[in-house]
C-alpha cells in the first residue's frame, strides 16, 4: 500500500503535466481520476494500519471492519471521478476540441498505464491472498486507472490516424462509463461487507468440512453462522452429542472439530461451539424464540 501511494503520487504528476501541454479531456480525465485515486490510497493506508489494531475494551471484535469502510470511500471517490470526467467531456462537446503535444502526451500516458498494470495485478492477487477487502479494492482502482489510460492510447491513436478530434471527447465518455462502473460495484461489495453478506465459496469450504469432521465423530451440527469483517472469519455452530456422553469428553471433541474449522481459516479464522444434547436438537434457543417475537 505504501508503494501503492508512492506511485499514485508520481503518475498524477506525470498524467496532470501531460493534460497540461496536450489540452486533451481523455487525459485529462485520466489526470482526474489520479487525483481522486490519490485520495482514496492515502485513507486506505491509513484504514489498512487501523484494521490492524487489536481488540480493546470498547471494540471487542478488533476495528479490521474499516476495511469495508475504505473500500466504499474508494469506490465512491472511482464514481465522483467519473462524473467529473463526464462534466469534462460534455464541455469539450460543446466549446470545441483543441489538441497539442499528443506524442508526449501519449508517452507519459503509456508509461502510467504500465506502472499501474504491475502495480494493481500485484494488489489484488496480495488481496485475494490475505482476503483483505480494502488491499483488492485498491489493486481494483488501479486497474481502472489502466483502462482509462488504454481509452487515451486508443482515442490519440485514432486522432493521429483519421485527424478527426472529436475522438478525445469520445474516449474520455467511455473511460468514464466503465470507472462508473467499476466505482458501483466497489460500494455494492463495500456495503454487502458492512451487512456481513454471506461469502458463499468460503461457506462451502467450511461446511464441507464441518460434514467430515462430525461424520467421523458420529455427531452432528446446525445452527451453522459465518461472516468475514475485513480479516477476520467468524464462524458459530452448535454441536449435538449423546446425552450420556461426559462434559469433559463432548468438549473433546468439539474443540477437536473447532481446530480443525480454524486451521482451514488460520491466521485469521475466530471459531465458537454451542454443544447440545441430542434430546434437545430441535429445541431452539430461549433467546432465539424471543427474537422472532
Known sequence: MN???????????????AAILTGSS??????????VHLLAVAFAVWALRFS?????????????????????FE??????????????????????????????GALLTGAAAVINLILGLSLVRMGKRSGSPLIKANGIHVLTDVW??????????????TGWLWWDPIAATIAALNILRSG???????????????DL????????????????????????RHRHSGR?????????FDDHLTVGKAHEQATEVESAVAALLYPDGRVISHLEPKSAEHEEEVWEEARKV
Open 3 to 17: 508503494w501503492s501511494l508512492a506511485a499514485a503520487v508520481v503518475l498524477l504528476i506525470a498524467k496532470g503535466l
Open 26 to 35: 481523455a487525459i485529462y480525465s485520466d489526470a482526474a481520476e489520479s487525483v
Open 52 to 72: 490492524h489494531k487489536p481488540a480493546d475494551e470498547t471494540h471487542h471484535f478488533g476495528h479490521d471492519k474499516v476495511a469495508f469502510l475504505s473500500s466504499g
Open 75 to 104: 469506490g465512491a471517490m472511482i464514481a465522483a471521478a467519473a462524473l467529473l470526467i463526464l462534466s469534462e467531456a460534455g464541455r469539450q462537446f460543446f466549446s470545441g476540441v483543441h489538441l497539442s503535444n499528443l506524442g508526449i
Open 148 to 161: 482509462s489510460s488504454i481509452a487515451v492510447l486508443v482515442a490519440i491513436g485514432l486522432i493521429w490516424w
Open 184 to 198: 458501483a460495484k466497489l460500494m455494492r461489495q463495500s456495503f454487502g461487507g458492512l451487512l456481513d453478506e454471506a
Open 201 to 224: 465459496e468460503m461457506e462451502r469450504q467450511i461446511c464441507e468440512l464441518l460434514d467430515t469432521e462430525v461424520s467421523k465423530r458420529g455427531l452432528s451440527y446446525h445452527n451453522f
Open 232 to 240: 477476520t472469519h467468524w464462524v458459530e455452530f452448535h454441536l449435538v
